[in-house]
């Protein structure tokens, strides 16, 4: 499925069935940096699609410049998508699925990071500001809405004169990697939980391309 080394020219044959609600998790992150703080959205996507058993599933979709799973949960379609950009540009491969998979701002939830909450502490946000963070901000400025519900996965603060910049771009300490595989696995389970109550009760209906 999807295409390598290039945006798709006209329409193309539907990537999932189009009964159903539909919802898609994104991963936000630097593609690439995998394992630093600042991509704890994509590794949360990573042990969530293990979770599903869809871990053999992730496909390279050029026409939104992001790595794909399909899967479904009880009844539910589920996009999971990791954009293969820079974290400023996350929004860019986030709005283009959602057109590709025909999804309302409000079907999508964004994983990321948040400098305000200690490792191991998770929080949804639905809607709202970006609260600085670079790739949520991208989302709602691609997205042209701040409708997507958020969760907030902590990395906690930088101490001493550590920079944000360079905390956040650093992979985990060996302290932290002790933790992160119950943080994702706790992080990965209480996503699922919540998509799940939201689900919407729509038919996505005609217009996938």
Not at 87 to 115: C, K, T, W
Not at 153 to 169: A, F, H, N
Request: aromatic letters at 4%.
């Amino acid at each position: 499925m999807g295409a390598r080394g290039g945006m798709l020219a006209g329409r193309a044959r539907p990537l999932v069935s189009r009964a159903g609600p539909r919802v898609m998790v994104a991963g936000l992150g630097n593609y690439g940096l995998w394992g630093t703080r600042h991509s704890v959205g994509m590794a949360v996507l990573d042990r969530l699609a293990r979770q599903l058993a869809a871990a053999e599933s992730w496909r390279a979709d050029g026409r939104c410049c992001a790595d794909v799973a399909l899967t479904a949960a009880q009844g539910l379609q589920l996009v999971l998508l990791k954009p293969r950009r820079l974290m400023n540009l996350n929004g860019l491969s986030v709005a283009s699925a959602a057109e590709i998979y025909n999804l309302r701002p409000a079907d999508i939830y964004l994983v990321h990071d948040d400098l305000d909450k200690a490792l191991g502490k998770v929080a949804v946000k639905l809607g709202g500001s970006a609260r600085g963070h670079n790739g949520v901000r991208s989302c709602i400025s691609a997205l042209q809405s701040n409708e997507m519900t958020r969760l907030r996965v902590g990395i906690g603060r930088p101490e001493g004169d550590v920079t944000v910049s360079s905390y956040v771009l650093a992979p985990f300490s060996a302290g932290e990697q002790e933790r992160l595989e119950q943080v994702l696995a706790q992080a990965a389970t209480f996503l699922l939980e919540h998509v799940l109550q939201r689900a919407p009760v729509r038919d996505p209906g005609d217009g996938l391309t």
